[in-house]
Structure formats: C-alpha cells, structure tokens
C-alpha cells in the first residue's frame, strides 16, 4: 500500500458519537486524500491537504472536518456521526514518478458503521 | 458537472479471452485519466494513467486509449486470466496539481477457468 497506514481498520459506532480515522504515510508526499465507496456511488472525495494545515473541501465534505498537523498524518473526524455515514473511507496520497504525472495511491481502507 | 460512466457494471468472459472495458465522461476537459483495479475488501491500485496529451498508454498485457474529443477511453485486456478478476474503475482528473478525481462506478470482471 506505498507506506500508507489507515486506522482503525474497522469501526462500528453508534449515531452521535464522534470518530475519528487516521492516515499515516511513512513518506514526505503533500498531497493526502480522504475519499469513501458507497454502493451506487462509487467513490467519492471528502477532503483534501496540499500541505501542513493547508486542507480544502470535496464533493461531499458536509458533516466531515479534517486536520494535518503534520506531514505524515491526515485526520478524517465526524463530529457526529450518522447512519448515512456509513461507508468504507479511503485515504490517498499523490506519488510525483520522475518524469511523470502524479498517480494516485490508496491505503487499504477503514469501514465504519455507524448504528 | 463532470460525470463519469462506466459500461457493463459487470461482465463475465472465459479465460483466454481479449476484453475492452469502457469509461467515458462528460466534459473533455481534463487534466489525465488512471485505471484502477479493485479487489474484495481491499484499496485500488493504480493500473495506467493517460495523460490529456496522450492517446494511449500500454502496461504488459493491459492498453488504455483516450479520446479526449468524443469524452472514451477503453482498457483493452488480452489473453484475460482468471487473476484479471476484479472491479476496475476509470476516475478523470479534472485539474492540475491536487489530484481531485471523479471515479466510475466500475465494472466488475470475472474471468472464468
């Protein structure tokens, strides 16, 4: 999964509650991305980071809020989290080849269900 | 909006056969396209990208074309094996620098022994 880290991996939670799924990667890329997959929607993008504290919305960021304190990490929280919410979430980074365009590169997922 | 379609949403051929995958979208502007392949519970892997510059690009026995003007690309597979069975997905990028696609919704493949 080219160094990237989601956690927890699963997650069942009730409505209302707060949680918060963490992306790690163990390489200094700038851009990270928090995506989810529904059925009959595919994938979607949540929010993004183009640096340390530099975040900006996706198509679907309502009731979602990020933060990256630093390069490595990027944190994806539901303040509140609602049945609609569940989903299985996807962090990303952009991989800069030598010569090439980025390519996006996934972690292996964190599947939340929310009660 | 950019809209992306992907047709089938499945599709099952046996082992040995030569299958096209098509993905078109809405609005020709576009920075690249990728490929990705998806398998059960786990995260997509990137299989090519087409830059908008490019009109195909080729990784072993997989070849994807982009025609930016008619709004398709294809993934063309040859001599499919059963290992090729998988959800693939096309996403468009729609600017420069920060990656911000818009996927597919895939088409599922099943190549059978």
């Known amino acids: 999964d080219a160094g990237i880290t989601q956690s927890p991996r699963h997650k069942v939670t009730e409505t209302g509650t707060p949680v918060t799924l963490r992306c790690h990667q163990t390489?200094?890329?700038?851009?990270m991305y928090w995506y989810r997959q529904d059925p009959g929607h595919g994938l979607r993008l949540i929010h993004y980071?183009?640096?340390?504290?530099?975040?900006d919305k996706g198509e679907v960021s309502d009731g979602y809020s990020v933060s990256r304190s630093k390069t490595e990490d990027f944190l994806l929280t539901l303040e509140s989290a609602t049945s609609s919410q569940t989903s299985v979430y996807f962090c990303?980074?952009?991989?800069?080849?030598?010569?090439?365009?980025?390519?996006?590169?996934f972690g292996a997922g964190s599947r939340l269900t929310v009660l | 909006k950019q809209e992306v379609t992907q047709i089938p949403a499945a599709l099952s051929v046996p082992e040995g056969e030569n299958l096209v995958l098509n993905c078109s979208f809405t609005?020709?502007?576009?920075?690249?396209l990728q490929w990705f392949r998806q398998d059960p519970g786990k995260g997509l892997t990137s299989l090519l990208l087409?830059?908008?510059?490019?009109r195909e690009q080729t990784s072993g026995r997989l070849n994807a074309s982009l025609d930016k003007s008619s709004g398709r690309s294809t993934l063309y597979i040859a001599a499919s094996q059963p290992g090729d069975s998988a959800t693939y997905l096309c996403?468009?990028?729609?600017?420069?620098?920060?990656?911000?696609?818009?996927f597919g919704q895939g088409t599922r493949l099943t190549i059978n022994p």
């Open positions: 990303a980074i952009s991989v800069e080849p030598s010569g090439g365009a980025n390519v996006l590169t």
């Open positions: 390489e200094n890329h700038r851009y």
């Open positions: 980071s183009y640096g340390v504290k530099d975040t």
């Open positions: 609005d020709s502007a576009i920075y690249n």
């Open positions: 087409i830059q908008s510059s490019q």
């Open positions: 996403a468009v990028d729609i600017i420069q620098g920060a990656q911000k696609l818009v």
